[in-house]
């Protein structure tokens, strides 16, 4: 606690407003008030951490004083103190948002202590209201990256469904970002205060995962030495995501299907029904159509499947590769304190053209690699993997950027060919149409390895 506390005295006896004063001037910043209205309009015009308010004041009381107080900024703490004898209305206040209460006659040390912990409270406060407006921001889906049209139709489709409280169903292949479209549904939806809870079903065996979702009771099985909740009960009045849920055993889908249908379930070993307020948001890479031919059931699908947000694959939106790659290279530029990295046109380009069948996390996976490995300031195409600097030349394909020069062109042409004849020169030169010496000069002025 220091002087950057700032603490508003309220009382309508001077001397009691200024011995309070006296009290707390050494070790935090102190205003005093000698009503209700004049500590309003002070708290209008200065952030104010906490108020010490006498109870019983003539006009507006100290009640009404910590209802507006409340009112206006809920993070305020407040101490009331009332005379001896009146817990009850002491009581009352805590009810209606005091922090705690301090009978008179005061003891300075007691006070003290009950201004540290309110201080505290207000501190811890203050911290997870900062670190849930990170995760809003970073989870808004304005925040996610992608310009295409077919991301701007997701986006679409994601300001629409958030306020709802309808189950989502995402599809997309392996690494194009679905649990990051299920948290932008999560955290743009009235239950962003809530829990967001995923789960990976395709990694949990079948058994393991009735537990994990539903818990169990004590004794359920071996090693159930204790009653545990599972991840529905924790997600209660939030959102549960449930990834690769094709990935399900039957058994299992009939009993999530009650969970969707009637918001209750039992626990392993249990037979009480508990009832949760959950919505859920399911993914998968397949397609669940095909497989509700005897390998997912139909009636869950459609349960799941109240909207449908198909996300596309990395290379049928190449547009947003210099956006993602940018925006990669900003994140591990600072994670690794090189802070003047930047691509070349030429690697952006590459990038660009590759068919990226990891999809984001593989694009973000190779640009961590190249930061923590690159030794210049400028990333070439030299530092690219193998599998993306060659990939296209490997399979007789051209690809340049427009303003590529003739010589960029006569650069990627011989490249590629040499590729695709594995080396081999001699072969290189006859398909160029040109003499050994002519490739041998190219290849050298090019710098071709």
Not at 92 to 119: C, R, V
Not at 266 to 279: F, L, M, Q
Not at 394 to 400: C, D, F, P, T
């Amino acid at each position: 606690m220091t002087l950057n506390h700032h603490i508003l005295v309220v009382d309508d006896e001077k001397n009691a407003r200024e011995g309070l004063k006296w009290i707390l001037d050494s070790k935090y910043s102190v205003s005093a008030a000698s009503d209700a209205r004049q500590a309003l309009a002070h708290l209008a015009e200065r952030p104010t951490d906490l108020v010490v308010t006498d109870l019983k004041m003539p006009g507006m009381d100290g009640m009404e004083l910590l209802r507006r107080i409340k009112d206006d900024d809920p993070s305020i703490e407040v101490i009331v103190i009332t005379a001896h004898g009146s817990e009850d209305l002491a009581v009352e206040a805590m009810e209606t948002g005091a922090f705690t209460y301090q009978t008179k006659p005061i003891h300075p040390d007691e006070l003290k202590l009950k201004i540290a912990s309110a201080l505290e409270r207000r501190g811890l406060t203050s911290e997870n209201e900062r670190l849930h407006r990170a995760v809003e921001e970073r989870f808004g889906f304005q925040n996610i990256i992608g310009r295409s049209p077919a991301m701007e139709a997701v986006f679409q489709i994601v300001r629409q469904v958030a306020p709802t409280r309808a189950n989502v169903l995402i599809q997309g292949e392996t690494g194009v970002g679905k649990e990051l479209i299920a948290k932008a549904i999560h955290f743009n939806s009235p239950r962003a205060r809530r829990p967001f809870i995923p789960v990976n079903c395709g990694a949990l065996a079948a058994g393991l995962l009735e537990s994990e979702l539903f818990g169990h009771e004590k004794g359920a099985f071996t090693g159930a030495v204790q009653s545990r909740i599972g991840r529905f009960e924790a997600a209660d009045r939030g959102t549960i995501f449930l990834d690769e849920v094709s990935e399900t055993s039957p058994e299992f889908q009939v009993k999530l299907l009650r969970v969707l249908q009637e918001q209750t379930f039992e626990r392993v070993g249990g037979a009480s029904p508990i009832g949760v307020d959950v919505r859920v948001l399911a993914a998968t890479n397949r397609d669940l159509e095909a497989l509700m031919e005897g390998k997912f059931r139909d009636d869950l699908y459609y349960r799941l499947n109240v909207v449908k947000i198909v996300l596309p694959p990395l290379r049928e939106r190449p547009e947003d590769i210099p956006l993602l790659a940018t925006a990669f290279l900003r994140e591990f530029n600072e994670l690794y304190d090189k802070k003047d990295l930047r691509f070349s046109p030429k690697t952006l380009a590459r990038l660009q053209t590759h068919d990226w069948p990891g999809n984001v996390r593989q694009l973000r996976n190779v640009i961590e690699n190249l930061v923590v490995l690159s030794t210049t300031r400028e990333i070439g195409p030299r530092g690219l993997p193998d599998s993306i600097r060659q990939g296209e030349a490997a399979r007789g394909v051209v690809s340049l950027p427009i303003g590529s020069t003739l010589a960029d062109a006569e650069r990627e042409l011989i490249h590629a060919t040499l590729l695709q004849h594995k080396g081999n020169r001699a072969k290189t030169a006859r398909v160029l149409g040109i003499g050994r010496k002519t490739l041998y000069r190219k290849l050298e002025q090019y710098e071709i390895e």
